[in-house]
C-alpha cells in the first residue's frame, strides 16, 4: 500500500511511501487482539478494593440470644453477615490482575491492529518535525491541518520530542508514543494515526523479526 507524504500544515508533497504488507497488510486475528487489549485493561486495574471478613470485624463471639424459643430466625455472634455493621461473606479483597501473554500473540495482535488503521484509511504519513517551543496552539493548528480537531489521534515518533509532547498534553484526545512503544490498545482507541517518516523504519525494525 501507498501512501502520500504530508507537511505538518496537512499539504501533500510530492514523495510517497510504501507501507510493507507484512506490518500493514496482513491477516486480522481478532481474538488476538481480544487477548491483548484485555491483559492491557487488565494491567492497569490496581486491584485494592476490599472488603471486611468475619476474622476482621471487632465485636464479641457471645451468642446473643438463645436458640430456640424466640419466635425469631437463630442467630450466633454480633458479627453475623446478616446483621448492620457484620462482615459480608467472600467480599472482594486485594489482588493482582495482571497476566502475561506471548511475544508473538502480542506481535500480531499489534500488526493485527495497524493493518485495520490502514484497511479504513485512518493512517497518515507525515515528515518529520518538531516545535521550537511547547505551545499547545502549535499542535491544534496540526491537527486542524489534518481535519482531526476533537477526534482521538495517536501522534508516533521515532523518538520522544518533549516539545511535541508538553504541547499536546492539553489535549485529552491526543496522545503521543514512540514507535518503539506502540500497542494495540491505543492503536484501535484511537480515530486517526499520525505517523513520521522515521518512525515507519522504527516499526519495520521492531517487527521485522
Known sequence: MELE????KGSKTERKVTLPDTIFGIEPNDHAIYL???????????GTHSSKEKSMISGSTRK????KGTGGARSGSIKNPLFRGGARIFGPQPRDYNFKLNKKLKKLARLSALTYKAKDNNIFVVEDFSFETPKTR?????LKNFQLTGQKTLLVMPKTEEN?????RNLSKVKVVRA???NTYEILD???????ES???????VHSN
Open 5 to 8: 507524504v504530508y507537511n505538518i
Open 36 to 46: 491483548d487489549v484485555k491483559q492491557f485493561m487488565a494491567n492497569k486495574r490496581q
Open 64 to 67: 446473643l440470644k438463645k436458640q
Open 138 to 142: 502549535n499542535f491544534t493548528e496540526l
Open 164 to 168: 511535541v509532547i508538553l504541547s499536546s
Open 180 to 182: 518503539s512503544d506502540l
Open 190 to 196: 484511537a480515530r486517526c494515526l499520525l505517523i513520521t
Open 199 to 205: 518512525s515507519l523504519k522504527d516499526i519495520e525494525s
